[in-house]
Protein backbone atom coordinates (compact mmCIF):
# COMPACT_ATOMS: atom_id res chain seq x y z
CA UNK A 1 0.00 0.00 0.00
CA UNK A 2 2.85 2.60 0.59
CA UNK A 3 4.89 1.91 -2.39
CA UNK A 4 1.67 3.29 -4.61
CA UNK A 5 1.44 6.35 -2.74
CA UNK A 6 5.66 6.73 -3.33
CA UNK A 7 5.39 9.81 -5.29
CA UNK A 8 2.36 11.47 -4.77
CA UNK A 9 1.65 14.35 -2.57
CA UNK A 10 0.00 11.55 0.07
CA UNK A 11 3.01 10.43 1.14
CA UNK A 12 5.35 12.60 3.74
CA UNK A 13 8.92 11.14 3.94
CA UNK A 14 10.76 14.04 4.79
CA UNK A 15 11.60 14.66 9.21
CA UNK A 16 10.83 17.88 9.48
CA UNK A 17 7.38 17.57 6.77
CA UNK A 18 6.25 14.96 9.12
CA UNK A 19 6.12 16.40 12.27
CA UNK A 20 4.72 19.43 10.52
CA UNK A 21 1.79 17.08 8.81
CA UNK A 22 1.01 15.57 12.65
CA UNK A 23 0.73 19.10 14.33
CA UNK A 24 -1.60 20.75 11.51
CA UNK A 25 -3.40 17.53 11.72
CA UNK A 26 -3.72 17.22 8.03
CA UNK A 27 -2.10 13.28 8.27
CA UNK A 28 -4.03 9.92 8.52
CA UNK A 29 -1.35 7.54 9.82
CA UNK A 30 1.82 7.75 10.65
CA UNK A 31 4.74 5.14 10.23
CA UNK A 32 7.75 5.10 12.93
CA UNK A 33 10.89 3.16 13.39
CA UNK A 34 11.61 2.04 16.63
CA UNK A 35 15.52 1.97 15.66
CA UNK A 36 14.90 6.09 14.94
CA UNK A 37 18.58 6.94 16.48
CA UNK A 38 17.00 10.56 17.57
CA UNK A 39 14.86 9.50 21.11
CA UNK A 40 13.65 13.11 21.06
CA UNK A 41 12.28 12.96 17.86
CA UNK A 42 10.95 9.95 18.33
CA UNK A 43 8.95 11.05 21.28
CA UNK A 44 7.67 14.08 19.08
CA UNK A 45 6.24 12.06 16.61
CA UNK A 46 4.62 9.58 19.12
CA UNK A 47 2.98 12.59 20.94
CA UNK A 48 1.87 14.72 18.40
CA UNK A 49 0.10 11.38 16.92
CA UNK A 50 -1.32 10.99 20.38
CA UNK A 51 -2.22 14.16 21.26
CA UNK A 52 -3.57 14.88 17.69
CA UNK A 53 -5.48 11.17 17.92
CA UNK A 54 -3.73 10.47 14.59
CA UNK A 55 -3.10 6.44 14.24
CA UNK A 56 0.45 5.07 14.58
CA UNK A 57 2.19 1.90 13.58
CA UNK A 58 5.84 1.12 14.38
CA UNK A 59 8.27 -1.09 12.45
CA UNK A 60 11.35 -2.56 13.34
CA UNK A 61 13.73 -1.35 10.70
CA UNK A 62 14.51 2.04 9.33
CA UNK A 63 16.04 0.55 6.49
CA UNK A 64 13.00 -1.46 5.75
CA UNK A 65 11.12 1.66 6.06
CA UNK A 66 12.82 3.29 3.86
CA UNK A 67 12.81 0.79 1.33
CA UNK A 68 9.14 0.90 1.68
CA UNK A 69 8.95 5.02 1.02
CA UNK A 70 11.19 4.31 -2.06
CA UNK A 71 14.30 5.53 -0.59
CA UNK A 72 16.59 2.66 -2.24
CA UNK A 73 18.48 2.17 -4.95
CA UNK A 74 18.38 -0.39 -6.99
CA UNK A 75 20.73 -2.25 -10.00
CA UNK A 76 19.83 -3.90 -13.25
CA UNK A 77 18.34 -6.55 -11.70
CA UNK A 78 16.31 -4.68 -8.62
CA UNK A 79 18.46 -5.82 -6.20
CA UNK A 80 18.80 -3.29 -3.78
CA UNK A 81 22.25 -0.93 -4.09
CA UNK A 82 22.06 1.29 -1.67
CA UNK A 83 19.89 2.11 1.63
CA UNK A 84 19.12 5.31 2.99
CA UNK A 85 17.76 6.17 6.27
CA UNK A 86 13.99 7.22 6.98
CA UNK A 87 12.75 6.77 10.19
CA UNK A 88 9.11 8.10 9.80
CA UNK A 89 6.44 8.61 6.99
CA UNK A 90 2.68 10.00 7.10
CA UNK A 91 0.38 9.37 5.13
CA UNK A 92 -2.15 12.41 4.19
CA UNK A 93 -4.50 10.32 2.10
CA UNK A 94 -4.84 6.55 1.29
CA UNK A 95 -6.08 6.85 -2.36
CA UNK A 96 -8.23 4.49 -3.85
CA UNK A 97 -9.58 1.95 -1.43
CA UNK A 98 -7.85 -1.77 -1.22
CA UNK A 99 -8.46 -5.00 -0.19
CA UNK A 100 -4.81 -3.95 1.85
CA UNK A 101 -5.91 -0.70 3.36
CA UNK A 102 -9.23 -2.16 4.63
CA UNK A 103 -7.16 -5.10 6.71
CA UNK A 104 -5.14 -2.20 7.81
CA UNK A 105 -7.80 -0.04 8.82
CA UNK A 106 -9.59 -3.16 10.83
CA UNK A 107 -5.96 -3.64 12.80
CA UNK A 108 -6.08 -0.28 13.68
CA UNK A 109 -9.68 0.06 15.13
Not at 31 to 53: F, R, S
Not at 80 to 88: I, L, P
Amino acid sequence: MLRSLVGSEMCIRDRSEVARALDRRSAHLCILAADCEDAGYKKLIQALCKVNNIDIVMVEERAKLAEWAGLVKRDAEGNVKKHFKCSSVCIRDFGERTKALEMLLAQLQ
